[in-house]
């Protein structure tokens, strides 16, 4: 079993910057795709940011497109979200999710396994 440990969420202030981390661990994970998802109160889960195994290939939403980075560790399992220019809609409980496919994918059914979660809060 693989297990995603994030870290790196916090409160911040509207404008203001936070990392994201997140590393696999437990059985060999393959190197796959890892993608970053958020949920707010009351709303679904959604895509905010993918990339392929080897962060040569990356996606974001559009709401996010700008303000946030993907990148990839040195080792291929960890992956990071740079956040930038934080605003109130950005606040969610944020997800690191991976998968055993190479591909980079914004599809959440496409996603083997997934973290607890991260709470980042941004006031106005």
């Known amino acids: 079993q693989v297990q995603l440990n994030e870290s790196g969420g916090g409160l911040v202030q509207a404008g203001d910057s936070l990392r994201l981390s997140c590393a696999a661990s437990?059985?060999?994970?393959?190197?796959?795709?890892m993608g970053w998802f958020r949920q707010a109160l009351g709303k679904e889960r959604e895509f905010v940011a993918a990339?392929?195994?080897?962060?040569?290939?990356?996606y974001y939403s559009d709401s996010v497109k700008g303000r946030f980075t993907i990148s990839r560790g040195s080792d291929k399992n960890t992956v990071y979200l740079e956040m930038h220019s934080l605003k109130p809609e950005d606040t969610a409980v944020y997800f690191c999710?991976?998968?055993?496919?190479?591909?980079?994918?914004?599809?959440?059914?496409?996603?083997?396994?997934w973290g607890q979660g991260t709470q980042v809060t941004v006031s106005s």
């Open positions: 999710a991976a998968r055993n496919g190479m591909a980079a994918t914004t599809l959440r059914s496409l996603y083997d396994y």
């Open positions: 990339s392929n195994w080897n962060g040569g290939t990356t």
């Open positions: 437990g059985r060999a994970f393959d190197m796959g795709a």
